[in-house]
Nanobody, 126 residues
Framework: QLQLVESGGGLVHPGGSLTLSCEVSGDSLEYYRIGWFRQAPGKNREGVSCISTRGGHIDYDDSVKGRFTISRDNAKNTAYLRMDSLKPEDTGVYYC???????????????????WGQGTQVTVSS
């Protein structure tokens, strides 16, 4: 059973930066595509970014393009989401999710990820 643990969330001022980590255990990360999702207060959870098993395919929601950077280190069994120029509307609980696949592409659809972490809170406020 794959387990995912997010870390790195916190309170940051607008314009600030955070790097979230998603540490995976129970299997080798190299077999899994990774997605980062967030749920803002009172809103549905949405896909923010994704990365394929070897990093050859990356995708971002338009709202974070140019500000967020997804990456992975399969040797460390860890995926990352670097968030720069943070805005108050980036506030929410951030989740990483994984799906074992041979597919070249990643996905920002929740239904295409079987394993989920518990989430980490990100608050952007002055």
């Amino acid at each position: 059973q794959l387990q995912l643990v997010e870390s790195g969330g916190g309170l940051v001022h607008p314009g600030g930066s955070l790097t979230l980590s998603c540490e995976v255990s129970g299997d080798s990360l190299e077999y899994y595509r990774i997605g980062w999702f967030r749920q803002a207060p009172g809103k549905n959870r949405e896909g923010v970014s994704c990365i394929s098993t070897r990093g050859g395919h990356i995708d971002y929601d338009d709202s974070v393009k140019g500000r967020f950077t997804i990456s992975r280190d399969n040797a460390k069994n860890t995926a990352y989401l670097r968030m720069d120029s943070l805005k108050p509307e980036d506030t929410g609980v951030y989740y990483c999710a994984a799906e074992r696949t041979h597919n070249y592409h990643c996905s920002r659809y929740q239904v295409e990820h079987k394993y989920w972490g518990q989430g980490t809170q990100v608050t952007v406020s002055s």
